[in-house]
């Protein structure tokens, strides 16, 4: 059972292109988080999709960043005109319920590193 | 969700026990307690979670404080592997499952 897939894992960009970050959650799950961690910092949630709809985006930039999680095929984030202060971890996780606890949790990417040159 | 508070480094030697603390005084009734660990370029690993009672599965043991206000993530046999970033996190029960808030946690460094 394949994990939480992410890709690419290193991607840089020149100041003012796109970035689009992808994800295949954990086969069987259908919740996904992006969280995004700057340098020396600790991982901040950005949003939780589940397939077709945003559940929750309140860690999201307000410009420029948007994710989906369409029917068919991985999430996405994309960032558009980065800025060097887009530079960061990019982190997508997993899971197969969105609450309750008995034996869930959420399983993380190994994450895609973006940079801004 | 409730704040916690961890050291921000620790050390330990390779073979030895570990025990990480996590003060988390302003926890609720409904909080779980959970631990992550983050080795260095990888995404976060769940290692434990629990409520009341003190938990253990195959990577560590949570021991949980009698008023809930501070636990201790115990490794048993530390590992040049386990060298990394502990984050102890307070999650409501109600809550959404991967909305969580990780603070700077405590790095562990394992000498060989």
């Known amino acids: 059972n394949a994990g939480v897939m992410q890709n690419p894992r290193h991607l840089v960009r020149r100041r003012g292109q796109e970035a689009r970050l992808r994800c295949s959650p954990m086969k069987g799950h259908s919740h996904v988080y992006w969280y995004r961690q700057l340098p020396e910092e600790g991982l901040k949630f950005m949003v939780y999709?589940?397939?077709?709809?945003?559940?929750?985006e309140s860690g999201m930039p307000k410009e420029r960043f948007s994710a989906e999680f369409p029917k068919e095929g991985p999430s996405i984030l994309r960032i558009q005109q980065v800025v060097r202060g887009d530079s960061a971890a990019y982190f997508c996780a997993s899971s197969f319920r969105d609450r309750g606890i008995s034996g869930n949790t959420i399983y993380f990417g190994e994450g895609s590193w973006l940079t801004v040159v | 969700d409730a704040k916690t508070t961890q050291p921000n480094s620790m050390e330990s030697n390779e073979e030895e026990p570990v025990h990480l603390p996590c003060n988390h005084s302003t926890i609720s009734g409904t909080d779980y307690i959970h631990w992550y660990r983050q080795l260095p370029s990888q995404g976060p690993e769940y290692v434990i979670h629990?409520?009341?009672s003190n938990v253990n599965n195959r990577m560590a043991s949570l021991a949980i404080a009698e008023d809930r206000k501070s636990s201790t993530l115990i490794l048993h046999r530390a590992t040049l592997r386990d060298a990394a970033v502990y984050y102890c996190i307070l999650r409501d029960r109600g809550s959404t499952l991967g909305r969580l808030y990780f603070g700077r946690g405590t790095q562990l460094t394992v000498w060989p």
């Open positions: 999709l589940q397939k077709e709809n945003i559940i929750d």
């Open positions: 629990g409520l009341t």
